[in-house]
């Protein structure tokens, strides 16, 4: 996803030599994005959605084919005064239709289509040719039958269904299709000229009206390409943004699962989040760059303190530790406290006791502290006992001389957290010091517990023994005076819950650990497995068909999506939402004026040819029209060319003028205003020449010459005036044009293509009703403007139906990118308050240290688009 870039070149400087910067326009090449595609794997997940995406335009074109044939025979039946004339008429479009709709079927089998990829350009050819060969056929079928020249009615609705909704998945398939239809009507023209000596059918299909037909079908061709293209292009820009923000958002979220689990080993997440929101709350601020990590802080008071009334303290210390130190290197004594350390950790999430902390030879902790516990006695002496025996089993396997005293008291205490450079979570109480002292006057192999603690046990349980002398004599025991007691278990009963022995504990590697960071994170396997997942949910568009039998999934996030976008003009009903989208820079604009500088010239040359007699005023009109066309031409694209005569090198320096082009030409890009201006630029200069057709029409001298016809029964030429049909087609062109340029809303395009088909409906109809009247029509005995107003309308109907799905499909995928971004700016914002509160907890290397990994593989995800 592109956003606008805001920053903005000094006045002064647009005039200075400057590099060429080609970044941005390159990302949006279409073979750079093949390219990126490919090295990322992705090509097949492309192809799977795009075979998607076309099969959804089946589902638009299918009902659409049906209601245009159905409407056109309603209109026939309707319009034509000799019914009798038109049973062939029907069957040959119904015929096509059966057979269109038979073929096309086949293609919504999605696991077969897959399997057989070539079925989608073969079903394609065919339902093409029948729509070709049964429009000609009827034509000729009438003309050598009943001598009734008549005018094709699908040739342009075909190109526009080969290059906008058959599934061909190559757009060199797409064009060699459509050019070899156009080329199937121009010599089936060409045939009435050559073969046939009635001049009326040379009136026709005569050479001037060959050739203007040679370049409408050339224009529906530069159109249906340039839309091809366009379309795949946007697709895949659509496809990788949606890897990068899924990619992002996968990995941003193991990440804070890695971070979250890390910081609830060390504080209870009732005392870490309100902390956490605390600061979550403060980077959102306008100040939060004084939360940002290596920067100075505000001074900020994380002090939070809780009262636990009902918790059983443990407290556990190493018998013969200072032996270790002095007998063991300090690599193997860390591998010793890693071991056990890791065993009671995991003994303790068993037991669901809270660890606190452990200082060296040290490890206490309390039963209780995260939920309320009514057994949280015996859990506290459970996890003694599981700590015995892990010790035991330690000591046995690495031959030390090591040994556990234990010391358990139930009661109540203060947990929080404190400090301003460095917090520190601990607990406090008169509660907490008798159960360190229970430990300390405790004898190894034995859980020393207080007569409080006992209580709360069952005593069939355990062996008891009574206490030490020195918890007898100790003066802060002695403070409150108890009764204490040694508990050890009984082997006999069955105390597999009591008794714990945590196997397969790793051993600490002091060389491999950042490694063993990062793949925690990556998890190739199971991220492919997400991502496909997440492709297959991609938005296609589309009518969603139902057999009773099947069961439909449901994707609540894109319903809730589509229920954001308007019904008919697909515009988004949050305004801010809709003007961020029609505000992002268009990196594909030049491609559009490239078209409509194509399209420009073809309407010229057919009408230089309808309007030879119109000289001086046509000439003008055309060269300045041509010159508006060039001049936007060569600012879009003037770029590029020097982007390609330098081979690429961003580091060449260009001149004043040059640079001043640049500028201009990104400024078109980055601005709405200035592309709509274009856009409506372009429409101008195409009504400019579309009028001089009308311009060289004389109305009263036309009708006036088919009454002198009439009366002294001479063959007048119809075309005195103009040719309708050229004009038609040209109006055609134009509506087709004004749908396919890029990045223009689609409620605009679609009130000027209304506003073109109401304009032209009224020129047939009225101002120039007698004109077309006398043209060639569709069907026999049909008025010659209805056949008019169909072609029209049926243009209009049919880019609407793709430009809206097209338009559904990219405000889809933008819509749920941005959920995507918010999602990952809040993941952001998570894991950046966990860091910081890591860093106020931990020393900043070691927070570091564990957020390497995720930082390298952040960065990897920002070079894709």
Not at 453 to 475: M, V, W
Request: hydrophobic share 45%; with cysteine.
């Amino acid at each position: 996803m592109n956003k606008k870039n805001t920053s903005k070149t000094p006045y002064r400087e647009r005039f200075r030599r400057c590099n060429l910067e080609y970044t941005n326009e390159r990302l949006w090449e279409q073979s750079y994005l093949k390219a990126r595609c490919k090295e990322l794997h992705l090509e097949e997940e492309y192809m799977k959605y795009k075979i998607r995406l076309m099969i959804s335009s089946l589902t638009v074109f299918v009902p659409m084919l049906i209601i245009l044939i159905v409407a056109l025979q309603v209109i026939i039946w309707s319009f034509t005064e000799y019914n009798k004339y038109i049973y062939i008429n029907a069957i040959f479009d119904l015929g096509s239709l059966i057979l269109v709709t038979g073929l096309l079927s086949i293609n919504f089998f999605e696991g077969f289509i897959n399997r057989h990829r070539w079925v989608l350009t073969f079903t394609s050819t065919l339902s093409a040719y029948v729509v070709v060969l049964g429009d000609i056929a009827f034509n000729t079928y009438y003309y050598y039958k009943s001598d009734w020249p008549l005018n094709t009615l699908y040739d342009v609705f075909v190109l526009c269904m080969i290059y906008m909704f058959l599934p061909i998945p190559s757009s060199k398939a797409a064009a060699l299709l459509a050019i070899s239809v156009s080329l199937t009507y121009v010599i089936y023209f060409i045939h009435f000229m050559a073969f046939n000596e009635h001049n009326v059918a040379k009136y026709v299909h005569g050479l001037d009206i060959v050739s203007i037909d040679f370049f409408h079908y050339l224009g529906f061709n530069m159109m249906g390409i340039f839309f091809r293209i366009m379309n795949d292009t946007m697709v895949r820009s659509s496809f990788l943004d949606r890897y990068q923000f899924i990619t992002e958002e996968i990995w941003l979220r193991q990440a804070r699962r890695q971070e979250s689990l890390l910081l609830d080993s060390i504080l209870p997440p009732q005392i870490a989040k309100p902390i956490q929101k605390s600061i979550k709350e403060k980077i959102m601020r306008p100040d939060n760059d004084f939360y940002h990590l290596g920067t100075s802080r505000k001074a900020e008071n994380f002090m939070s303190i809780q009262i636990h009334n009902d918790v059983s303290i443990l407290y556990a210390d190493l018998v013969n530790y200072t032996q270790l130190t002095t007998t063991l290197t300090v690599e193997k004594l860390v591998k010793v406290l890693h071991d056990l350390y890791a065993r009671f950790d995991l003994a303790a999430v068993s037991f669901k006791v809270q660890r606190i902390k452990f200082l060296g030879d040290c490890y206490y902790c309390v039963a209780g502290l995260g939920e309320a516990d009514p057994d949280h006695a015996r859990m506290a002496v459970s996890l003694g006992i599981s700590m015995i025996a892990n010790i035991k089993e330690v000591s046995v396997n690495r031959s030390l001389n090591i040994g556990m005293r234990i010391g358990v008291h139930s009661g109540t205490l203060f947990a929080g957290v404190i400090g301003e450079a460095k917090l520190q979570y601990d607990i406090w109480g008169t509660d907490v010091n008798i159960a360190s002292r229970l430990e300390a006057t405790g004898s190894p192999g034995y859980v020393h517990v207080s007569g409080r603690t006992l209580s709360s046990l069952n005593a069939e349980e355990y062996r008891i023994y009574p206490g030490t002398e020195a918890a007898q004599k100790d003066p802060v025991l002695q403070k409150h005076p108890m009764s204490t007691y040694l508990l050890a278990v009984i082997p006999s009963r069955d105390s597999d819950n009591i008794i714990s022995v945590v196997e397969g504990v790793p051993n600490l590697d002091l060389q491999t650990v950042g490694s063993n960071r990062k793949s925690l994170i990556l998890k190739p396997d199971s991220l492919s497995d997400e991502m496909r997942e997440e492709f297959r949910k991609m938005p296609v568009g589309g009518l969603k068909f139902q057999f009773p039998w099947s069961r439909r999934e449901r994707n609540v996030k894109i319903e809730k999506v589509e229920r954001d976008l308007g019904l008919y003009c697909v515009a988004f009903k949050d305004k801010s939402v809709e003007w961020n989208y029609l505000h992002q820079p268009d990196y594909i604009f030049k491609y559009s004026v490239a078209l409509g500088w194509g399209i420009g010239c073809c309407l010229i040359y057919i009408q230089s040819v309808n309007n030879s007699d119109l000289f001086y005023t046509g000439v003008f009109i055309d060269i300045m029209a041509f010159f508006v066309l060039t001049f936007l031409l060569f600012i879009c694209w003037y770029k590029k060319v020097c982007w390609w005569h330098s081979g690429q090198n961003e580091l060449r320096s260009y001149g004043k003028l040059s640079c001043a082009i640049f500028h201009l030409f990104e400024k078109i890009q980055h601005s709405f205003v200035l592309r709509l201006t274009v856009y409506m630029m372009i429409i101008v200069c195409y009504y400019m020449v579309l009028s001089l057709i009308l311009m060289s029409c004389e109305k009263d001298q036309y009708e006036l010459d088919i009454i002198e016809s009439k009366l002294y029964n001479y063959d007048m030429d119809p075309f005195t005036c103009f040719h309708p049909w050229a004009y038609t087609n040209m109006m055609a062109l134009i509506l087709g044009m004004s749908y396919t340029f890029a990045r223009i809303p689609f409620a605009l395009k679609t009130f000027i293509g209304c506003i073109e088909a109401v304009a032209f409906v009224l020129v047939v109809c009225f101002q120039y009703a007698f004109i077309f009247e006398h043209s060639v029509t569709t069907s026999p005995y049909l008025k010659a403007e209805i056949a008019h107003s169909c072609r029209v309308c049926m243009m209009l109907i049919t880019m609407y139906a793709k430009e809206r799905q097209t338009e559904f499909n990219t405000k889809m995928n933008y819509k749920l990118n941005l959920d995507l971004q918010k999602k990952q700016k809040s993941a952001d914002v998570t894991n950046q308050s966990i860091i910081i509160l890591l860093n106020n907890i931990l020393p900043s290397h070691v927070v570091l240290f564990r957020s390497r990994g995720i930082s390298q593989l952040y960065s990897q995800t920002r070079i894709v688009l």
